[in-house]
């Protein structure tokens, strides 16, 4: 979902425990372990043991972008 609190385009998805945030306006992902770090401090989206996940979330979430541009 876009964020309208933040002056940034940010994009969401949220995928069993797992949450990317796609900082348009930036151009940087940010990925999160909600169960073990429920507060978002540790960015994993640079940890190597986690880029299967990341880019599985990048492919979905980009999807999504790109279909509510066409429509």
Do not use: W, Y
């Not at 945030?21 to 940087?28: A, I, Y």
């Amino acid at each position: 979902m876009p964020s309208t609190a933040t002056p940034d385009h940010e994009v969401v998805i949220v995928e069993r425990g797992t949450k990317l945030l796609h900082k348009v306006s930036q151009r940087r992902f940010e990925l999160f372990d909600l169960t073990a770090d429920p507060k978002q401090m540790k960015n994993l989206a640079d940890d190597p043991a986690h880029k299967e996940v990341l880019e599985s979330l990048k492919a979905k979430l980009l999807a999504l972008e790109e279909h509510r541009r066409v429509n």
